[in-house]
């Protein structure tokens, strides 16, 4: 009994260490160096069921005509802007390297319950 308890134990310290590094390494690691990229970032709008609604392209300079374009999706709370630097700007230098658009749509969570509506 006693070695199933220590063993429990050591399994918790062992845990709640790596969590704590865990956490360490993601709230305190320091922001991505912006790169040199090619192309150029633009900013843009669109309505949609007449809400005004953000959105950012990424375009590498001299994109060839009918390239690619990749759309980026983000997770609840993020946005764009915020997505690009969580990511390293990884979408953008693929673009360089590939030859493709990036377009990311700009949404924040407290625009959540007009989609809703917009969906009835």
């Known amino acids: 009994m006693r070695r199933a308890l220590r063993f ?3 399994g918790l310290i062992s845990v709640v260490a790596l969590g704590g590094a865990l956490f360490g390494y993601f ?3 320091p922001a991505p160096e912006v790169p040199q990229l090619s192309g150029t970032l633009t900013k843009g709008t669109i309505a949609v069921g007449g809400l005004k609604r953000t959105y950012l392209t990424y ?4 994109l060839a005509k009918g390239a690619p374009l990749v759309v980026v999706m983000h997770g609840s709370d993020e946005s764009g802007a915020r997505i690009r630097i969580e990511t390293g700007y990884g979408f953008e230098r693929l673009a360089d ?4 658009a990036v377009w ?3 949404l924040r969570s407290k625009l959540l319950p007009a989609f809703a509506q917009l969906r009835r």
């Open 59 to 62: 375009v590498p300079r001299g």
């Open 8 to 10: 429990v134990f050591w």
């Open 104 to 106: 990311r749509f700009v």
């Open 27 to 29: 709230v305190y690691s």
């Open 97 to 100: 390297e590939r030859g493709f």
